[in-house]
């Protein structure tokens, strides 16, 4: 029932990540250009340049800021990567001997018979 409950988890990320594929691309065009205009706005020494790249860069702003529901998306691929470590980390959550809860109890009573 867990793993049916983390195929379902993982369908559902997965669709909602395709479904916002291209506000993801937007977003990362749009901030990519408005980092390459702040290194320009800071290296221009005259005022004009500075006005036309501040312009520059409150365009890129505005873009940035229409795609910011592809946030929804990011979220989506945390959840798939969460849902693909869980489904992975059963397996070996099994086989290691650390979570026996007997390693305790056998350590004590070791130290008790050594009296």
Known sequence: MKKFGLAAAGVIAAMILLANVGPLAGLAISLVILYFVFKQFIKAESAWGKVI????SLAALS?????IPSVIGIAAALVLYFVYKKWNGTKSEQVSGEKDPFINFEKQWADLNKN
Do not use: T, V
């Open 63 to 67: 873009a940035a800021i229409a795609n």
């Open 53 to 56: 790249w501040a312009i520059i």
